[in-house]
């Protein structure tokens, strides 16, 4: 999963970013720039299931499902609104954005601070729709593209974000290439003070947020970049200490799966056992796309063992002889948690 940081200049970006990652990349060195560094880095994400099927299987190497972070530069300039922008282009292609929103000293104004962030996405996407729209005035042959982008262009006037509009699946098709900011799944990260660490949003933060229905989490930004610094065990000591019950980077994961609808999947054996991470609803043959090209074209079918029954019986021997190894087509939908072994042929 690709998720990139956006914020406005002295929300506490990077300090989120080193926080979630682990990493120590230079905090308030923007500066008075409007120079582009973008940061990156890159965690595991922690299943006890990997871990359990590990010690199981005693694999040369265990693979973890990761996110990768793209700490973006803030007010990248009027620059960034030109098509073809580098900096638009890489913000294009993650798959969520996370605002970070400025909730600590006296000028704090993070409602003001997401208005303002939505409303520039927003104008990105329609300046993409409006050069689009002037191309295929000298181009034949895009007859469904034009009514899709005029209601675009109608929706992004009216100050009303993509991801407010329905789509048929073949519209979807004509649209997802260009990677609309305002379509993107949305996490609100408020960075409060160190002495609001562990209490949840305002009510008024919420109300904003359910009215937009956009997710939020309260984070103490530069409090919670430093016990990420910590070792496990004073870690999870201080925490205690502070009245929080788990750390920042877990609420994150377990939020932003949610609002991604993803699931995993795990291939095992005695060389990997590795975790796959595919959106809720996804077909076997897309799901061997995860793995290789070559396995989603020549799919022949797939051999599905639930996890809890694979646990239970410990084996898949165990498995094929109870009638818990099924056989499955390219449309079989794959669950959270299944053990899949794909059959192919190319």
């Excluded at 076997?284 to 989603?296: F, L, P, T, Y």
Aim: charged share 30%; aromatic share 6%.
């Amino acid at each position: 999963m690709k998720v990139g940081l956006i914020g406005q200049r002295g929300s506490g970006k990077t300090t989120i970013f080193n926080m979630l990652t682990g990493l120590e990349a230079q905090v308030g060195g923007y500066g008075g720039s409007d120079k582009a560094e973008i940061h990156l880095g890159v965690i595991k994400v922690p299943d006890e299931r990997i871990d359990r099927l590990s010690r199981i299987f005693q694999p040369k190497k265990t693979t973890y499902a990761e996110i990768r972070f793209t700490d973006f530069p803030p007010n990248p300039g009027k620059d960034a609104l030109k098509a073809g922008n580098e900096l638009l282009v890489q913000m294009r292609e993650v798959e969520a954005i996370a605002l970070v929103l400025r909730g600590f000293g006296l000028e704090a104004d993070p409602l003001k601070e997401l208005n303002d962030l939505l409303a520039e996405m927003i104008l990105a996407d329609l300046v993409v729709v409006e050069n689009r729209l002037a191309k295929l005035k000298k181009e034949k042959g895009r007859a469904q593209e034009q009514p899709l982008l005029e209601r675009c262009r109608k929706a992004l006037e009216s100050e009303t974000s993509l991801r407010d509009l329905s789509f048929l699946p073949e519209e979807e098709n004509l649209i997802s290439g260009f990677g609309f900011l305002s379509r993107q799944p949305l996490l609100a990260l408020f960075n409060t003070s160190d002495d609001r660490a562990g209490q949840p949003l305002l009510p008024a933060y919420q109300e904003e947020l359910k009215r937009r229905a956009i997710p939020g989490l309260a984070l103490a930004g530069k409090l919670e970049m430093e016990i990420a610094h910590l070792n496990e065990a004073n870690r999870e000591l201080f925490l205690r200490e502070i009245g929080i019950s788990e750390p920042a980077r877990a609420r994150f994961i377990r939020v932003s799966y949610h609002l991604l609808a993803l699931i995993s999947f795990f291939t095992t054996g005695k060389d990997e056992v590795r975790a796959w991470t595919i959106t809720r609803g996804t077909s076997a043959k897309k799901a061997a796309g995860k793995i290789h090209s070559d396995i989603e074209r020549g799919f022949i079918r797939a051999e599905v063992i639930p996890y809890e029954d694979f646990i239970a019986l410990g084996s898949e021997v165990r498995c094929r002889e109870a009638g818990k190894l099924r056989l499955e087509g390219k449309d079989y939908v794959v669950q959270d948690g299944d053990i899949v072994h794909f059959r192919f042929n190319v």
